[in-house]
């Protein structure tokens, strides 16, 4: 009887959970403001001022600027409170949309899936992993895991792209959580010196926080169609360029010269 019940029990259980499932809706990303004042100095030569500046221009832990001599390019980098990347965030959404010059196109955002995003998550807290001497062969691995995710998320972006409106750039964000007192943010400067990268500066925000969590997020640009490229191969490109964004979103930056200004 015991058993009879037990099976009962599963069978009306089944077609909920199935329901469930496929009604189930992407974590929001919803609209938010970063922790950091945001109000413009009244000099902005100031030091103040200046690093108002960046903060607003550094949208993720990549340097955008091309490696020319003297060139100036920021970053930012969500750390714990021990500076370890990532650690004590949690990636609570990621989206893609195409943009143009008033702002995203609505018909084209798309949300990820609430196991991409965990998935995601997990494989950005894997400290094995990122611990990985060998940075080639970490890289290979943890874009081997995030392929499939990418492939997924590109594929929903594809559906609402327009040969038209393909050649418009397509903005990846990723929402990350922190608890205040556990995690922190750090912005970094660095300038080209005809060798590499050297960082010149480093500083955390001044913080207006009124509960207890902070809100961040990262945003990456991706190339859309470009001029002499088929809508085919646009497909298949637009796939690894996620993959590749995704993998340099999570993997922790490599050590460079102390700041000395």
Request: charged share 20%; hydrophobic share 40%; aromatic share 6%.
């Amino acid at each position: 009887m015991a058993g009879l019940a037990l099976a009962v029990l599963i069978v009306l259980l089944l077609p909920i959970l199935i329901f469930r499932r496929l009604t189930r809706r992407p974590p929001a990303f919803g609209t938010q403001l970063p922790p950091y004042a945001t109000t413009p100095p009244l000099d902005p030569h100031s030091e103040a001022g200046i690093r108002h500046g960046w903060q607003l221009a550094a949208q993720n832990n990549l340097i955008s600027a091309a490696p020319t001599p003297q060139a100036v390019g920021g970053v930012k980098l969500l750390v714990n409170a021990d500076g370890d990347y990532l650690d004590g965030w949690d990636i609570t959404a990621l989206r893609l949309s195409q943009y143009d010059q008033y702002g995203r196109v609505a018909r084209s955002l798309t949300l990820a899936d609430g196991g991409t995003v965990r998935t995601l998550n997990r494989l950005a807290h894997n400290r094995k992993l990122m611990a990985q001497p060998n940075l080639d062969k970490r890289a290979n691995q943890i874009e081997r895991q995030i392929a499939p995710m990418a492939r997924k998320l590109s594929a929903h972006l594809l559906k609402r792209i327009t040969p038209r409106s393909a050649v418009l750039p397509v903005a990846l964000d990723v929402r990350l959580r922190g608890e205040h007192g556990e995690v922190k943010i750090v912005f970094q400067l660095f300038q080209y010196d005809g060798a590499g990268w050297r960082e010149v500066k480093r500083w955390e925000p001044e913080m207006h926080v009124t509960t207890g969590t902070i809100y961040e997020s990262y945003t990456y640009t991706l190339h859309g169609q470009t001029q002499n490229e088929s809508m085919k191969d646009y497909q298949r490109r637009l796939p690894l360029d996620v993959a590749r964004v995704l993998t340099d979103f999570v993997t922790p930056p490599t050590p460079v010269d102390s700041p000395n200004g």
